[in-house]
Each structure stands twice: as structure tokens, then as C-alpha cells.
């Protein structure tokens, strides 16, 4: 049996008694003890970017021994000075690369913390121990404690295991218990879904107050992690992680944990007030998670300032603009930005010609070249690539890109495309493959190796998506050089600043209405600048790539939000 440090310090926890009988429902996972590192697996750990000393605890300093004559040292470069002062902050989620990933928010689970430390803040990161995890992470972790839970309504209990593992200065606590997270897959359907996250939101909470660490702030994303802030200021109220303010970030407000308002009541047996019209409950007969945690947050944020705006209406609002309106006063956007080391086209090892600004314009063309022939397109370096990289779904606007692609091809231009999703799509996209033989090529499959390659490769890529938290393809494209198409739409309108040809600006050709001819225009601007003014076309080129797309900027703002909510 599992030995339990100590009592947790919520009110609801208490040591676990006695061995859990055969028919409980709760499991317990096998604790592996502590263990000293050897070397081979501290090289290893190293590889995986993994590091074992713990930020939090630095080592005291030894001084170093005096020698007769000191050798004369070149001057170090001074260190930036941190901005202060240092916060603490709890990330609370449901998924994180490289541990799990299914969208992007694992993408700023994985990369906000980090930036956050150079910003002076303190991070921890809690996300549920799925099976799925890689084993050689599950292999770094190390036991940090357990105890049980009191969850449901009818005063069952569940076991919460905490597993740490520290990486690049954030400390990952995974909950650990495996009956809800023993699935193959994150996430598999609301069914099972919403009593997993209801277990993990009250979980995370319970195992700060175990761990005694009250951070200033409570950063919690996406519906999974929405009723901590219910929680927090419910159940938790009279315990110490209650002095934390909260911070609720939306993702993509299209999913929002809806289930009828009796299971939701069992799971969390959370107080009768909650399930009110202005909190949790929706349509009178439905709890939804994210509008109950929009309640209850201190500060909301979602992924850029326009789609913040565009939530609010009820186009976008997703049946929540109302609410969101309602709490326009604490809604904020700070747009995402993309990890500058993994996309670094001077050093991207799946590119056929790896360059820089100093030589990407010669650079692209055998890019180009290679693209071509790995996808079995016509070879010619003069003609213009379009690139489109996306999940096929309706959210995309893959229905305009449909609508126009006969239009493009005019013996001067190609199209390739790299997706997977909805078989309407993949079925279109194959369509014009076999009509538009060596001008169009679409590769349905995720393949990343690809994905570099295209980014690289193209001359632009296409983004006309419905709707667009942020979007990352339109940031990787600047990067890479690859001059972006988009709507005008959330974050594509927040990044992508629209040529003028008048005084030579811009990154990149936008379109504001959803509507195919639109689409066709922008493209078509796009295609007279690069047959008939490449000059100009090449130094955006050089503007797409000198652009700052780095978290740096973003992990600012956070960090002034933090600031915001405990001076
Ligand atoms: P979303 O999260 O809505 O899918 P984003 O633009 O935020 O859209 O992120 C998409 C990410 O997934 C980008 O990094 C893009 O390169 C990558 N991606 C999308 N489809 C594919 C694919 N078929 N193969 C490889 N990478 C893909």
C-alpha cells in the first residue's frame, strides 16, 4: 500500500485509512519510489531537454577557492535583469507537449511556462498522469505524495496520487489516478470526459493545498480546467489556496463541457447556488463548465484581442456571448506566439536547403525545387506555390478555397495542400489532385517533416478560416518567409498587417468578409505582386521573416495580467 506523507491541508482531504477493498472504484497506481538518477539516464534526460534540479530549491552558493593569482577573467556579459517582482503561478490543463498534445493548447501549456520564467515567474504546471504519456517521461517522474479526495455527492472518495517531474525550470505535477485517466486517448467522449475533469479541477486544487504551495496567481485553460474557479471559491473557501486570484483562458470557445445539471450536481457535489442562471446553468436543464469557471474568474483571457471582441457577438459567442459581454470588464486578449527554436529555418534539419534572410530568396527556390519533386509536382522554380496546412474542417474555410482553387490554376500557379479531417474535404482536395495532374498536390495525412517543407517551399499559404483564436500556420509562414493569405478574423487580423502598395508595408493580403470572390481577390493582389513587382515582393518577404513571432512578447503581458490581479 501506497505510505502517505502527511494530511492534506484542504478540510476535504483526509489520510486514506485502510487498503481500498476490490469493488471500490477507486484504484490506486503503484508508487515507484524515489530514486538517484544514474548517469546514462541523466545523459538521456539531457537529450530530452529534461532537467532534474528543481528551480524552486536553488543550491547554496559554495565559494570557490582562492588562488595565489587570480588569472585575469574576461568580463562576463551581464545577465538581464529580471523584471520585478517574481510572481508564482499555477498552470492548470488538460494537455502539454511533449507529454500529450491534440491542438494548440498543448503547444502554450508547453512553451507560456517557459517564457514565463524569463520573466521572473515561478511556474508550476498540473495536468492529469495519462497512460498515453511517452514512458520515458513517466519514467523521469518522481512520487511526490497522495491522499484521498471526497468528490460526489454520495460521499465517494478518490485516490489523488501526485507524480513531479521538473523540466527547463517548470515543475510538471501530473494527477495521478487511474480510473479516470487509464484511457488510451485524452479525450475520448463528454460521457466519461466531464467526470474526469470534474475529479481533476477539484484534484489540482486539493494537491497545491497538499503541496503547500499557494501561488499568487491560478491560470486555468480551456473547459477541462473551468471549475476551478467554482471550486476555488466554493469547497475551497475556507482553505489557504482560497488567497490565489484566478485567471480562466479560452482557447477555442466552441467546446465548453455541457452536461445535464444532476450529473454535473453528483460529480462535484458543489453547492445548489452554483447551478444558477448566471453561473453554471444553461437552457434550464444543462450545466456548462466554461460559463460557470467565466463566473467565477477573477481576469478571462482569451488567444488575441480580436477574437476577445469577436466572442462577444453572437456569430462567434457560441451561445455564450451574452455572458461574455456581461463580463466584458475582465476579458482580454493577448495573442500566442510560436516556439522560434523548433521553427528556426536556418537550423530545420527537414528542409531540402536550411537559410536565413540573408539567403532566402535564392534559398526558397531550391526549397521550392524539392518540394516539387517530393510531391510529384511540375518542377519550375518560377512558379508560384500557394500552401494551405490545416485540420479539414468547416473552421478553416476550406469552403472558399474550394470555390476558387479552379481559378487559380492558370499554367503559372500551384496549390498543395496538407490536411486531414472531414471527408468532405479530404474528398475535394483529391478531386482536384487527379483534375489538376503536376499543379495540384493534396497530401492527406499529418506529417510534420512535411509540414517544415511546405512552409518552406511555398511562396504563400493560404489561411481563410470562418473563425481563429490565434492561429499558429500564419506565424510559422512569416518565419519561414512564406508571405500569409488570411481573413481578417481573431488572431489572423491581430498579426498579419495587410500590404499596401502605396507606401510599401505589410505582411502579408487579407480579406474581411467570408465569401469566396473575396478570397480569389486577395490572391489574385497576391499573384500581381509576385509576377510583376518581385522587388517588392521579396522585401516582404524579409519583413514576414524579421517579424517577432516569439512567446517573449506574449509571456510580457501575461505577466503585467498577473501583476494586474495581485500588485
Ligand atoms: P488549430 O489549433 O485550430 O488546428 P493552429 O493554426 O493553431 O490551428 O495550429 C495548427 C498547427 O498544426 C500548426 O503547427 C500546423 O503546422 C500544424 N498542422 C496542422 N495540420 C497539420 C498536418 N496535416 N500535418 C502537420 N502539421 C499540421
Redesign the pocket.
Known sequence: MPKIDSIASSNKIEKPQKQVSPNSRTRRSVRPEPAMKLPEELKKLKEDLVEETPAEEPKPEVPAPVAEKAPVEEPKPAKPELPQPRRSVVFIGSECYPFVKT???G?VMYALPRALTKQNCDVKVILPKYKCIPQKYQDLMVYRGAFEMDLCSDGRRFYVGIMELVMDGVVYDFIDNEEFFSYGNPYTNLVDDIPKFCYFGKAALAALNYMDWIPDVIHCHDWQAALVPVYLRTLFAGTKINSAKVMLTIH?LRFQGVYNIETIKYWTNLPDFVFNKDALTQNWVDANMLKGGLTYANLITTVSGTYANEIQTPFYGEGLDAHLRYHAGKLRGIV?G?DVELWDSSTDKLLAEPYSAKDVIEKKKANKLALQEQLGLEQDENKMVLGL???LTN??GLDLVNDVLPSLIDGNTQVVV???GDRQYEDAFRYFENEYRGQVCS?I????G??HRI?AGSDALL?PSLF???????L?AMRYGTVPIVRETGGLKDTVLPYNMFINEGNGYTFDRYESGLLLDAINRAKTLYFTGRQYWDEMVLRDMAKDVSWENSARHYRALYLELKP
Open positions: 491542438g494548440g493548447l503547444d477555442n500566442n510560436i496546412i490545416s485540420r473552421q478553416k496538407l490536411g486531414t497530401y495525412a499529418y506529417d510534420e512535411l509540414a512552409y489561411v481563429e483564436p490565434c492561429g499558429l500556420t500564419q510559422i
